[in-house]
């Protein structure tokens, strides 16, 4: 009950499409969902994040689509570039403090 | 520099050999966490202090492993008797406080490779 599921392992986006990648969970009790970028080498950097009262959050190409109902949120790049290339991980936060992460998204922009 | 400092960043151990892994977590930050990446999978918890007590080590996977952070400031990971399968990038994090609005900032992460 505290995984959160996330899809598509791998992704492979035009110079200028739209990156989406999709998380689901069942624990209720998640109060934060923070999307983690990382490079090769480096250690996850928070990109974006929501709480459960909010439906939507944008910040410049990157929004989160919260749906409570269905506990399913979702990452979306707009206008992607070969430097968003990366690997992306949706998360969920338990009791104020401990983060659940997803498997992990693989993100390939093509120039 | 401001952020998360994880010391060394690679360590190579023989198996049953005793290794610590050091954080220095982002000034003033009283929370700290510590997580484990398998290859291709997301990070795991381990174990998360607030000041200088364990508050939640359930994520610690046996008794070989044992962390401290004595001032609230710097912690250590400590792992006994290493075996093949303890192989992973051991990162910690920080944050100012738990609570609804904060967040956790990442270091770049230990790899140890058990030989």
């Known amino acids: 009950q505290q995984q959160v599921k996330q899809s598509p392992q791998s992704l492979i986006v035009q110079k200028g499409g739209i990156s989406i990648i999709n998380c689901a969970y069942e624990n209720t009790a998640f109060d934060y969902f923070p999307w983690y970028q990382q490079f090769p080498g480096k250690g996850p950097a928070l990109l974006i994040a929501i709480r459960p009262d909010v439906s939507e959050k944008k910040e410049g190409r990157f929004t989160i689509s919260f749906n409570k109902s269905a506990k399913q949120f979702s990452l979306h790049i707009m206008d992607s570039q070969p430097g968003d290339s990366a690997t992306y991980f949706c998360a969920a936060r338990l009791r104020t403090y401990k983060y659940i992460f997803g498997t992990g998204t693989r993100l390939k922009v093509l120039a | 520099g401001a952020g998360v400092s994880q010391t060394p960043s690679n360590k190579v151990t023989e198996k049953g050999k005793y290794v610590e892994l050091r954080c220095d977590p982002i000034?003033?930050?009283?929370?700290l966490y510590w997580y484990r990446q398998s290859l291709g999978q997301g990070p795991e918890f381990l174990i998360y202090?607030?000041?200088?007590?364990?508050?939640?080590d359930s994520g610690l996977p046996n008794d070989r492993f044992f962390a401290v952070r004595p001032e609230g400031s710097v912690s250590t990971l400590k792992i006994q008797r290493t075996e093949r399968g303890d192989s992973a990038v051991y990162l910690c994090?920080?944050?100012?406080?738990?609570?609804?609005?904060?967040?956790?900032?990442f270091g770049q992460g230990t790899r140890l490779t058990v030989v």
């Open positions: 202090f607030q000041g200088t007590g364990a508050a939640d």
């Open positions: 994090a920080s944050s100012p406080d738990h609570g609804r609005n904060t967040e956790a900032f």
């Open positions: 000034s003033g930050h009283t929370a």
